[in-house]
């Protein structure tokens, strides 16, 4: 991989990477050729599950002679924010379904919330994960839930993921935590410390998720961990938590970049956009730049200029640095340096 600092006049040194417990290993692998489905509505026998996905999602795992266990249960977790109507579907299901909210929480954010629902690999809504298509209930690519599969009941399960909806920031504010939305639960996985990672699959005795199966960017993944051991943190990883909201908005604001006609002349070689644009938000965010606006343009002059913008370096760095002074002002004087530099070059990015 391209040392993206040498290209970013923003990046900061990452982390350093954090170290693992002993024992535990979250194990993952990609899952091959994977097709959507079709809306099937003249097929008398429609297909609810894509083959690839089917023992992945439906199987149950031998056991050895002798012993005993549970039949493995399929679950979703699904974001409502992104399904319109989500509760009122559920509701009329017949289904076994329930909100991560509770109480008043439940009441007021249910058509945002996340809710659980125990699959039936028969039913239509199960076959509504897989339908690539315009309307509400067809789910394909749209990051709006995560598969598990696990031993325990929808009400332990529940309990379980109930304690990972949200995290006090270290400003004491309580942030929302959308482990559902497949690319945040991809980052997290992979972001945060073992005994975190762990403790996402761990019950208070012993394991009660197997398995998490979820499509991020163009590919379908499955994770397992293994040698949970004794102690897992079954807490978030504030600190990675906090790093992957970043990485998400980075991604998130590239998305909206990446058509735009002034990056079809970038400087910066297209396989390393992502890599580029995260180190920019890592870099600017802490500094004050938040708004997407900001981030936005932070992203655009890295990835179009380049290498063109490292005269102008000690100088925008000095008006990153400058804290105490408002970061409309500070962009304002970064954005004139970048003109003066380019001048016509510089156009409008985003007409």
Request: with cysteine; proline share 4%; aromatic share 10%.
């Amino acid at each position: 991989m391209t040392d993206v600092a040498q290209h970013d006049i923003w990046a900061l040194d990452h982390a350093a990477p954090l170290p693992a417990a002993d024992g535990a290993s979250v194990l993952f692998r990609t899952l091959e050729n994977i097709s959507p489905l079709g809306t099937q509505f003249e097929q008398t026998d429609p297909n609810n599950v894509p083959d690839g996905l089917m023992d992945v999602l439906f199987g149950q795992a031998e056991t050895d002679v002798g012993q005993t266990s549970s039949p493995l249960r399929t679950f979703v977790i699904l974001d409502a924010a992104q399904i319109l109507g989500l509760p009122e579907i559920l509701e009329t299901s017949g289904l076994d379904h329930a909100c991560l909210f509770q109480g008043t929480g439940e009441q007021d954010m249910r058509d945002v919330a996340p809710w659980i629902v125990h699959l039936d690999k028969d039913h239509t809504f199960t076959r509504g994960l897989f339908v690539d298509g315009d309307a509400s209930w067809q789910l394909w690519g749209t990051s709006s839930y995560v598969l598990l599969r696990s031993r325990d009941t929808l009400d332990a399960v529940r309990k379980h993921f109930r304690r990972f909806t949200k995290f006090e920031d270290t400003n004491g504010t309580w942030l929302f935590f959308r482990f559902y939305d497949p690319d945040i639960l991809h980052l997290y996985l992979d972001e945060a410390d073992i005994d975190f990672r762990a403790g996402f699959f761990a019950g208070p005795q012993d394991q009660i998720i197997e398995t998490v199966v979820y499509h991020a960017g163009q590919s379908w993944f499955e994770g397992a961990c293994q040698h949970i051991g004794s102690t897992p943190n079954r807490k978030i990883d504030t600190k990675a938590a906090r790093r992957i909201a970043l990485l998400a908005a980075a991604d998130r604001e590239l998305a909206n970049l990446e058509d735009r006609a002034a990056l079809q002349n970038a400087a910066i070689d297209r396989t390393h956009f992502k890599d580029t644009a995260r180190a920019t938000v890592l870099a600017v965010h802490p500094l004050g730049f938040r708004g997407r606006f900001h981030l936005r343009y932070f992203i655009a002059w890295n990835l179009v200029y380049g290498a063109d913008l490292d005269p102008l370096k000690p100088d925008i760095q000095h008006h990153l640095n400058a804290t105490t002074v408002s970061t409309e002002t500070r962009f304002q004087a970064i954005s004139e340096l970048i003109r003066s530099r380019l001048g016509q070059r510089m156009g409008a990015l985003f007409d």
